[in-house]
């Protein structure tokens, strides 16, 4: 099974050669911000800032509009509605009332989304996973949170391997899922035994690491530099967030 995520590595784009550190500490602001837009015109302005970002990392468009495709086929569910259900002025079409301001909120909460989704894809694209984690390190981000989720990273993909296992077994014994007792009976016992056997691996890779005398540091070969367009890049992607966000309150 494929051990790592399926990300195109952008590491050479215009913004896979900002410094990680700097990149964290400008990106994650930024996406923090923009939930807290409320009106539709600074959204939109944001959403398109952060396709400007995809265009500086050089992200395969086809692969993104599957993903934001997908994203979008699961707000649907939460969005559709809205048109529908919010009070105010109403466009009449046929036997339907849409309502205007139902309608913006929908599209306001749909740019967030996709300008928030876009952001955190242009950060772990353009940068190998070791060296953004070294860059949340380096900035004081708690060490045991760094490395819980090296550990996730890592032995999620050795789960889903073992998981695999487990249904291959159960299909060569002859097991097809219906919607029965002896199917749920089934599934309860197989996930009692990944549980199980995920447990007995933590407590083997917890052995490995103090063996190798493990003092909670994340380490990595990644070489940080801070270079002056580093900087640049990070004062004009905080001042933008900034901005935007005085734009929508006023």
Same mark, same amino acid.
């Given at each position: 099974m494929k051990q790592t995520l399926d990300l195109p590595q952008c590491f050479h784009s215009p913004l896979g050669r900002f410094d990680p550190r700097w990149k964290l500490a400008a990106l994650i602001p930024a996406t923090l911000a923009a939930p807290l837009l409320q009106s539709l015109v600074p959204a939109l302005t944001a959403f398109l800032l952060a396709i400007v970002l995809v265009i500086l990392a050089r992200i395969p468009w086809p692969w993104l509009g599957r993903? +934001? *495709?997908? $994203?979008? =086929?699961?707000? !649907? /569910?939460?969005?559709?509605? #809205?048109?529908? &259900?919010?009070?105010?002025?109403?466009?009449?079409?046929?036997?339907?009332?849409?309502?205007?301001?139902?309608?913006? +909120? *929908?599209? $306001?909460? =749909?740019?967030? !989304? /996709?300008?928030?989704?876009? #952001?955190?894809? &242009?950060?772990?694209?353009?940068?190998?996973?070791?060296?953004?984690?070294?860059?949340?390190?380096?900035?004081?981000?708690?060490?045991?949170?760094?490395?819980?989720?090296?550990?996730?990273?890592?032995? #999620?993909?050795?789960?889903?391997?073992e998981l695999g296992r487990l249904r291959i077994a159960l299909r060569v014994r002859g097991y097809r899922h219906r919607a029965n007792l002896h199917s749920y009976r089934t599934v309860g016992h197989v996930t009692g035994t990944l549980l199980l056997r995920s447990y007995e691996q933590a407590e083997r890779v917890g052995q490995a690491m103090r063996c190798r005398r493990f003092d909670g540091r994340f380490r990595s070969l990644a070489d940080l530099q801070t270079r002056?367009?580093?900087?640049?890049?990070?004062?004009?992607i905080i001042l933008t967030a900034a901005g935007l966000l005085i734009w929508d309150r006023w």
């Open positions: 993903r +934001l *495709a997908v $994203l979008a =086929l699961f707000l !649907a /569910f939460f969005l559709l509605w #809205l048109p529908f &259900a919010v009070p105010g002025e109403t466009w009449d079409l046929g036997p339907v009332s849409v309502s205007r301001p139902g309608l913006a +909120l *929908a599209g $306001l909460l =749909l740019l967030k !989304a /996709f300008t928030i989704v876009i #952001l955190m894809l &242009a950060l772990w694209t353009t940068a190998p996973m070791t060296s953004t984690l070294k860059a949340a390190h380096a900035l004081r981000c708690p060490g045991l949170t760094v490395q819980l989720v090296v550990l996730t990273y890592r032995y #999620l993909f050795v789960l889903l391997e002056f367009s580093d900087v640049v890049w990070f004062l004009a």
